[in-house]
């Protein structure tokens, strides 16, 4: 905990970043968040640092593991105060600004809607929970107050940057056909006609 990061969406090949020149407004103090596919390196926007959620959330060491639960913080060169990464469920005020999915922003206080728990990529979920994660290891950030995934796609968000992607939560697995035929398969759904 206390790592330095930079976060890489791979749908959009961009960085995690902040834009403290957007503010958005369903907050007392909040700014944008965007990824981009423009090299930015680790500067001041696109450094964020873990931090546990829960100081007893029984990890053993000071590694961060998956399924653990984190707050992701910007760095003390963007704001002379933290700002947390946040996300509220869906309301008519509160809506990403151009999926209208789960809006996602920086935000100046340290509340549940600032909690994060770390998925894998790769593997049997339940099976990894715990495993130290390594460094450029894929991850699901998962907003714990409402389930849903940290997620960015190619639509764009021009800001003073320049054409950069919105970034929101929603959950990208929906119980589909083929899920439901899995579930069949295994004998742990019954299929009734």
Not at 1 to 24: E, F, P, Q, W, Y
Not at 125 to 148: N, Y
Not at 173 to 193: F, M, P
Request: net charge neutral; aromatic share 6%.
């Amino acid at each position: 905990m206390g790592d330095h990061i930079m976060l890489r969406n791979a749908a959009t090949c961009g960085a995690l970043v902040c834009d403290t020149s957007d503010k958005i407004q369903t907050h007392d103090e909040a700014y944008a968040v965007t990824t981009t596919d423009k090299p930015v390196g680790p500067q001041a926007r696109s450094i964020f640092v873990i931090e546990r959620a829960d100081d007893k959330d029984g990890s053993p060491d000071n590694c961060v593991h998956f399924g653990q639960k984190v707050r992701l913080t910007t760095n003390g060169n963007l704001m002379n105060r933290p700002l947390y990464l946040s996300s509220v469920a869906i309301t008519p005020q509160a809506f990403a600004r151009f999926s209208r999915n789960q809006e996602v922003c920086v935000i100046n206080q340290k509340v549940y809607s600032t909690v994060w728990q770390i998925i894998p990529v790769n593997g049997i979920q339940k099976d990894r929970l715990g495993e130290v994660i390594r460094a450029d290891e894929p991850i699901i950030l998962v907003h714990c107050a409402t389930q849903q995934y940290l997620f960015s796609d190619k639509i764009t968000y021009a800001n003073m940057h320049g054409a950069e992607f919105e970034v929101s939560a929603i959950c990208a697995g929906t119980k589909s056909k083929t899920q439901i035929l899995a579930n069949e398969n295994k004998g742990t759904q019954v299929r009734e006609n």
